[in-house]
């Protein structure tokens, strides 16, 4: 599903005084009195007209309006959440609240509108279309560093990185739209990524993190699994230990893989995994424990959370397991404890590296749905994927502007 695109702006002249569907005026109540609303109203019929019948995902809760460079045409977020509210109490849309992602249950969403028939035939009827003419998207969103929410978008330089980065992710994206992605029998709908990044050092450079987000990122393993492209089954490819071993790479020259970093005796891999994402993004072993509980609270299972405390019990306290994983990644311990912009450091750098493979990937042809570390790939391209993994680099001329 496609989230509101505030870049479109289709080439239509509208009545707003006459606007109507059979005898049904599209905000008789109140009436779209201000140039805010109208633009609102502009741009949803915009986004209708591009995406049909597509449920298009938005921020239902009040947001403050994003910097020009994200809003090109000064949407307001209030006006365009009313015109959506009006519109569905004239039966021309459903609204879907969004719901929060939990580690035992459901799959995390955004709000989402679903437009009714009568709606998109009114959109053909004024002449919006896919065909409307549409400003050069960003596929790119810098926010403040935030350790709670998402933070304020900021605006960033386009840099030889940035446009690289832009174009890559415009021609990803277009390539994967050409495909047939489905879950379950129900369409992924369009497919618009944007890499996100947080100015943890407030440098205001596009070097700590870089991850995408979409809907079926949410889905649990077990559901991604059921995933179809272009009608076949996939298979899933990672790269294991992907961040440890990228620091490997970074500090020691090579990769600990095929040996694990998340080999520690006495304690499950699951638990690890955790723990070292603590200790490689927070400043003191201290602010790592602290972490470490709010994110049991919401990351891990009820089952996880049992055999932690088990493991915690047999070392004696979190700390004892913490040191365990610096003793077994001696060679990285430098590492450890360094903050949040350093270990958002590395995760750029593991985001450049999944987004060039997969733009190699369609350079052959071959489509890759990614979530964080992991390749989505047609199953019978699944050998050839983890061979491609590893022979696909960052370009320094590009990549080492900013290293």
Not at 79 to 87: D, E, F, G, R, T
Not at 311 to 336: L, Q, T, W
Not at 342 to 347: E, H, L, M, P, V
Not at 363 to 376: G, K, N, R, W
């Amino acid at each position: 599903m496609p989230q509101l695109n505030l870049f479109l702006n289709a080439s239509v002249a509208l009545d707003y005084k006459n606007i109507s569907f059979n005898n049904s005026l599209l905000a008789p109540v109140p009436k779209l009195g201000t140039k805010k609303q109208r633009q609102a109203l502009h741009c949803i019929l915009s986004n209708v007209g591009r995406y049909g019948e597509e449920p298009i995902f938005f921020h239902m809760r009040n947001q403050a309006n994003p910097p020009p460079q994200y809003n090109p045409h000064g949407y307001g977020h209030k006006p365009l959440v009313a015109v959506i509210k009006q519109l569905r109490a004239n039966g021309l849309l459903q609204l879907q609240r969004g719901t929060p992602w939990g580690p035992d249950d459901n799959d995390g969403k955004l709000s989402s509108f679903m437009p009714d028939s009568k709606l998109v035939q009114l959109c053909e009827q004024l002449g919006y279309s896919k065909q409307n003419p549409v400003q050069k998207e960003l596929f790119i969103e810098l926010r403040t560093k935030e350790k709670n929410g998402k933070g304020k978008l900021l605006p960033f330089e386009m840099s030889a990185y940035s446009q690289h980065i832009n174009q890559l992710m415009a021609e990803y994206c277009d390539f994967l739209n050409q495909q047939r992605l489905e879950c379950d029998g129900e369409s992924l709908g369009h497919i618009h990524l944007i890499r996100g990044y947080k100015d943890w050092d407030k440098s205001g450079r596009l070097i700590h993190g870089g991850r995408v987000w979409l809907p079926f990122m949410s889905f649990k393993p077990a559901k991604r699994e059921r995933i179809k492209i272009n009608g076949e089954a996939v298979a899933i490819v990672d790269y294991p230990a992907s961040v440890p071993n990228i620091i490997y790479q970074h500090l020691t020259g090579k990769r600990l893989y095929p040996d694990d970093p998340y080999e520690v005796e006495g304690v499950s891999r699951r638990s690890v995994k955790a723990v070292m994402n603590m200790m490689l993004n927070n400043a003191s072993q201290r602010y790592a424990v602290l972490a470490l509980e709010k994110y049991r609270k919401k990351e891990m299972t009820k089952r996880e959370n049992e055999k932690l405390d088990k493991e915690i019990k047999f070392f004696g306290s979190v700390e004892g397991i913490m040191d365990a994983v610096a003793e077994r990644n001696a060679p990285i311990n430098e590492s450890f404890y360094q903050g949040k912009a350093k270990g958002q450091y590395y995760a750029w750098i593991e985001s450049n590296l999944v987004f060039e493979v997969a733009r190699f990937l369609a350079s052959v042809d071959v489509p890759a749905l990614t979530v964080h570390d992991e390749f989505i790939v047609p199953e019978s391209m699944e050998e050839a994927v983890r061979e491609y993994r590893y022979t696909v680099g960052l370009d320094e001329r590009i990549y080492g502007q900013v290293y």
